[in-house]
């Protein structure tokens, strides 16, 4: 059982920098690759960043790749997403999701276990 709580958003405006935390508990949460997603008003749930379970290995979005960059601190059970050269289309709830199968399919949403409730993040030209 993975419990997952963001923070770090708010209102930024365009080319600025955000960096959302997502803290788990559990002593399991070494154990579990980590994904952020977003979700703008009207639309789907779409695949921002995943890392492994050892921070070894990072995978983005072509949308963000290059301005975001997600890692994580084991030993502090939290997860983080940089936010960089924001742009208005990067306006979104964002979510951290647990993954203990280290999913093929990392893009898919229910492919993971566990989610956040999802901090605010929006960019205001």
């Known amino acids: 059982q993975v419990q997952l709580v963001e923070s770090g958003g708010g209102l930024v405006q365009v080319g600025g920098s955000l960096r959302l935390s997502c803290a788990a508990s559990?002593?399991?949460?070494?154990?579990?690759?980590m994904g952020w997603f977003r979700q703008a008003p009207g639309k789907e749930r779409e695949f921002a960043a995943r890392i492994s379970a050892s921070g070894g290995s990072t995978y983005y979005a072509d949308s963000v790749k290059g301005r975001f960059t997600i890692s994580r601190d084991n030993a502090k059970n939290t997860v983080y997403l940089q936010m960089n050269s924001l742009k208005p289309e990067d306006t979104a709830v964002y979510y951290c999701a647990a993954d203990r199968g280290d999913t093929v399919a990392y893009t898919i949403p229910r492919r993971y276990e566990y989610w956040g409730q999802g901090t605010q993040v929006t960019v205001s030209s």
């Open positions: 559990g002593r399991t949460f070494s154990s579990y690759a």
